[in-house]
């Protein structure tokens, strides 16, 4: 994900957070202790531009506000695959290639996904 992207993933995520939040007139105290965290945490989590934040955080922050995050994953445009198996026939070094090759399939299926332990994550 470029950094663009989750950038603008992190400001779409904060910004339905803080409209529930306001709905349901909670200020950052209350939701603190709503999620069992700190002030802190959720000032992190209500700043646009950190993205830092895991998914984990971020869902269950959602969740103490009953809302759900869902996530959509879409293969890259056929012009973009296109472009890159062009420069992939053209490239120069094999190492080239085989990076090109790498980015073609995780355009076409998607980047897999690693799953890692996340236990006692705090917000």
């Not at 955080?57 to 103490?64: C, L, P, S």
């Not at 073609?104 to 996904?113: A, L, S």
Request: proline share 2%; aromatic share 4%.
């Amino acid at each position: 994900m470029s950094a663009a992207a989750a950038l603008q993933l992190k400001k779409s995520l904060a910004t339905a957070i803080r409209r529930k939040m306001a709905d349901d007139n909670l200020n950052i105290t209350a939701f603190a202790r709503k999620t069992k965290t700190g002030r802190n945490s959720v000032k992190r989590i209500l700043d646009g531009r950190n993205t830092a934040i895991t998914l984990k955080t971020m869902a269950k922050a959602a969740e103490a506000l009953n809302l759900k995050i869902t996530l959509t994953i879409k293969p890259f445009p056929v012009s973009k695959l296109d472009k890159i198996a062009k420069q992939m026939v053209e490239a120069t070094t094999a190492n080239d290639a085989e990076k090109l090759k790498v980015q073609f399939i995780e355009g076409f299926y998607g980047k897999p996904i690693h799953q890692t332990h996340a236990e006692n994550t705090a917000v």
